[in-house]
């Protein structure tokens, strides 16, 4: 791969964000993928969205081909200083309250769960009995 050995540092590489300059950080590399722009099948607006940040997830996320993978060579320019990434944040699930929240007991749960379906099918036998005599 390219780069020379240079090591650029996280604020160096987010001011190149946009149609003329982009830089992207993927698995710890620094790619000028501004000439590739135009010929990304994704499109412009995939690389430049992930620009500002590690887009090793993005890159990794999309199952990039051997030959996409291979042609990454000719655009690194450098290394990331890993010092300088901000810390990534883990995606934590929210707390989900319990089910049960009203306090009913489930053991009153339970009855209502056999007495409601006892008590509509009296009421439609109820019915059935009264409308066939008269």
């Not at 590399?29 to 590690?54: C, R």
């Not at 042609?71 to 690194?76: D, I, R």
Request: charged fraction near 25%; hydrophobic fraction near 35%; charge should be negative.
């Amino acid at each position: 791969m390219g780069g020379d050995g240079k090591v650029f540092t996280f604020e160096q590489v987010t001011v190149h964000n946009n149609h003329k300059d982009c830089w992207l950080i993927i698995n710890g590399k620094v790619y000028d993928v501004t000439k590739f722009m135009e010929d990304h099948p994704g499109g412009d607006e995939v690389l430049l969205s992930s620009t500002g940040q590690d887009a090793t997830d993005d890159f990794e996320d999309v199952g990039h081909s051997d030959s996409a993978r291979e042609m990454m060579g000719e655009y690194c320019i450098g290394d990331i200083d890993a010092s300088t990434l901000p810390p990534q944040t883990k995606y934590r699930t929210p707390k989900q309250p319990h089910h049960n929240q009203d306090k009913t007991s489930e053991f009153i749960i339970k009855i209502l769960q056999f007495l409601v379906p006892l008590a509509i099918l009296g009421l439609a036998f109820g019915i059935r009995m009264y409308t066939k005599s008269t």
